[in-house]
């Protein structure tokens, strides 16, 4: 490849480490957090209007007393805190993978490597364990928490259901197709190299 | 495989180096190399001609066709 090419890379490597640290370190401080403030609320270190959790999305912020850990809105709490684990499990190992693409790219010259393609493949695994444990994750919601059905809650109704999450089923199956096509173009690129 | 280059007799024949061959034909030493140790699966033609045309001889001189044993 050029050495312009290699340089963008090289640049383009940089940036994703430091995204990979930053998810995995700010994920491992806001989880800890969470787990921190549960515990100190069971040993009743932490009581009502002393603390609770921020969470803040695109043009919203909704701020949660400590209080809801005693609350009916437990059981929808840690199925969230676990869906929100999964989360940023899913995002940071996809992260890490990309970054080792890049590194596979740089030292081997080339992008187009078995390594590589071993790289998609397991982003694309990535996906279907999600999708399971997702799916087993809603099954034993539904069977501990059956009894908490959320309702009337400020107008709200909330209740379990079991639905089998279809979107990383077909992004994890899209980028399973990227990964064999790449396979396949590897394999055409060396029986081409093998011909003179 | 059957086909067995013969390119190593030709050019021991006509007296040429590797590297100069190379350089004749437009063919990295590596890739002439490999061609004439058989560690090729293919041969493109404009390959075939441009040895054939700097060795002088045919491309019957260089590849040879032998059953395998069975």
Not at chain 1, 64 to 76: E, H, M, N, S, T
Request: hydrophobic share 50%; net charge positive.
């Amino acid at each position: 490849m050029e050495s312009k090419v290699i340089n963008n890379l090289v640049k383009f490597e940089k940036a994703v480490k430091i995204i990979f640290y930053t998810v995995l370190i700010g994920g491992c401080i806001i989880f800890a957090g969470i787990i921190l403030l549960f515990v100190l609320h069971q040993s009743n270190v932490l009581t009502s209007g002393k603390g609770g959790i921020e969470f803040s999305i695109p043009g919203l912020i909704a701020r949660f007393d400590i209080d809801v850990f005693a609350g009916p809105l437990k059981a929808a709490l840690i199925s969230t805190f676990i869906r929100g684990l999964m989360y940023w499990l899913l995002f940071t190992y996809i992260i890490l993978q990309f970054h080792k693409i890049l590194r596979i790219s740089i030292s081997e010259c080339t992008p187009f490597t078995y390594k590589n393609a071993g790289y998609i493949r397991n982003i694309s695994y990535s996906f279907f364990i999600y999708a399971i444990i997702d799916f087993v994750i809603q099954c034993i919601q539904s069977i501990w928490f059956k009894k908490i059905q959320l309702t009337g809650i400020h107008g709200i109704d909330l209740y379990y259901k079991i639905t089998f999450p279809l979107w990383p089923v077909l992004v994890g199956f899209i980028v399973l197709c990227i990964a064999q096509f790449f396979t396949y173009g590897l394999k055409l690129q060396q029986d081409n190299d093998s011909i003179i | 495989m059957p086909i067995i280059i013969r390119l190593d007799r030709v050019m021991a024949d006509r007296k040429v180096s590797l590297n100069e061959l190379a350089e004749k034909i437009d063919l990295t030493n590596v890739n002439l190399s490999l061609l004439k140790t058989g560690k090729v699966k293919g041969i493109r033609f404009n390959t075939l001609e441009a040895i054939c045309r700097e060795l002088k001889c045919q491309p019957g001189d260089i590849l040879e066709y032998k059953e395998e044993d069975k």
